[in-house]
């Protein structure tokens, strides 16, 4: 039985936050970012959006697309959760109409999570052919202003359909993990942003990817050229050129490593490059930024992908790409998503990034920004008040 990835649609928030202009406020080389991290724009997420409006938003064209039937799991996987007892996906499973037999849970270990759902729903599947599952990745990445970390946030979501006989993409069983109880990076409870020892994140990241891939290979006996091209967890472009290098290196290859990373990873990097990090989404936005704009046709072609997830675990893992899965992309609706994006000052997103919104759970209504299809329209009696946008 196959199981896999059906239809991948991904949102970002309407504002973003062109670096340069960053670059000009912090007194820092712009080329420092562009060049050194490898980004050029980030995605501010406005005060009336936040991961379920944005999961929302990701997944209502697969919803339109090809209905609720049949939908009896949702999976969400998240860092930025909203609340310690109900799972975010119960406020999408409610805005996007799905049936009550459908079963939703959230699911967290950093950006990792979205792999372990998209594992356990081709599991699922597989058990019950004819069932399908919604993997949902959203988050916000956050760090202090002026902080290192600072040019590497941004936003998104990313909506997965899983199903037997996928259009997209079919899951090989095999993996490589690397687990290890480390603090690279976290958020505890009673902090809005993350920490992060963020030298030392980079460190353990190459080293989990390099774990987790020996052990991949070893199983399988494939190499780095049986994939046509590399996913990776992108927390700013340059990890992940980073990260197929070192497997690279690892593989003994010696010359033109950058020649085939470039082409091996270079076509799934240009919407993180433009968003900055959505965690637990950023490896599926880099699935369906290659899906969406590889040159040549990537039919049967294999995929690597390393997810990792700081605290942390990383996995390898492959799939190979479904024939005609050209005709069931979104691709018109990702780029005109992100070239559409109104710009703000670096006066905006400061003001975004302090605005105080009520924690003691009063009423509160909130301005209306743009937003996707949905939006948060305020807190009443300490609940969430969502609403579709029309
Ligand atoms: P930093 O210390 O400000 O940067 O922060 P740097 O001084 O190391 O410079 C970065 C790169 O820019 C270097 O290149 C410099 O040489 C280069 P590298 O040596 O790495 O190849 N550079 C320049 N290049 C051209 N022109 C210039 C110039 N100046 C410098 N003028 C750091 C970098 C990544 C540490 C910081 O941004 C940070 O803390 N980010 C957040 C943590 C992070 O993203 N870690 C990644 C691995 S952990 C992970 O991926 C998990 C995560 O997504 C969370 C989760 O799992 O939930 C974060």
Redesign the pocket.
């Known amino acids: 039985m196959t199981t896999g990835i059906d239809r991948i649609s991904f949102y970002t928030s309407r504002y973003c936050l062109d670096l340069k202009d960053l670059a000009a406020a912090r007194g820092v ?1 712009w ?2 970012y562009s ?3 490898g980004q050029e724009i980030m995605g501010i997420p406005p005060p009336d959006e936040d991961i379920v409006t944005m999961a929302a938003s990701a997944a209502k064209p697969i919803i339109d697309e090809v209905g609720v039937e049949g939908i009896d799991l949702v999976l969400f996987a998240t ?1 930025s959760s909203i609340d310690q007892s109900k799972s975010a996906g119960l406020f999408v499973h409610g805005l996007l109409g799905l049936p009550s037999r459908c079963r939703v849970v959230e699911l967290k270990q ?3 999570s979205g792999t372990i759902a998209l594992r356990m729903a081709a599991m699922m599947v597989a058990a019950s052919p004819t069932s399908k599952a919604l993997v949902l990745c959203s988050d916000i ?1 956050r ?1 202090d202003l002026g902080s ?2 600072e ?2 946030q941004g936003c998104g979501a990313v909506a997965m359909l899983v199903t037997a006989k996928p259009s997209l993409l079919t899951l090989d069983p095999e993996y490589g993990a690397h687990t290890e109880d480390v603090m ?2 976290w958020r505890p409870n009673y902090s809005e942003e ?1 920490f ?1 020892d ?2 030392y ?2 460190r ?2 190459l080293n989990s990817a390099a774990e987790s891939w020996r052990q991949y290979a070893e199983l399988t006996g494939r190499s780095l050229s049986d994939f046509a091209r590399c996913c990776y ?1 992108i ?2 472009t ?2 992940a050129a ?1 990260a197929h290098d070192r497997l690279l290196k690892e593989s003994g290859i010696r010359e033109d490593r950058k020649e085939i990373t470039a082409a091996q990873v270079g076509e799934s990097l240009g919407y993180n490059r433009m968003t900055g ?1 959505s ?1 637990s989404a ?1 490896l599926y936005e880099g699935l369906a930024c290659l899906l969406d704009t590889a040159t040549e046709s990537l039919d049967n072609k294999r995929i690597g992908f390393f997810s ?4 942390s675990v990383g996995e390898f893992f492959s799939g190979v790409v479904t024939p005609g899965y050209r005709d069931h992309l979104y691709t018109d609706r990702h780029q005109t998503l992100l070239e559409s994006r109104t710009a703000v000052t670096v006066q905006q997103y400061e003001d975004i990034f302090n605005l105080s919104v009520p924690s003691d759970g009063w009423d509160y209504s909130f301005t209306e920004y743009q937003t996707g299809d949905f939006r948060l329209a305020g807190m009443q009696a300490h609940k969430r008040m969502y609403e579709a946008v029309s």
């Open positions: 080389d080329n420092k060049i050194g991290i860092e950093a950006c990792y990445a760090y290192p970390g040019p590497t690279d990076f993350a992060v963020g030298k994140s980079t353990i990241y967890h927390p700013f340059n990890m980073k990090n965690y950023s990792y997830g700081s605290g």
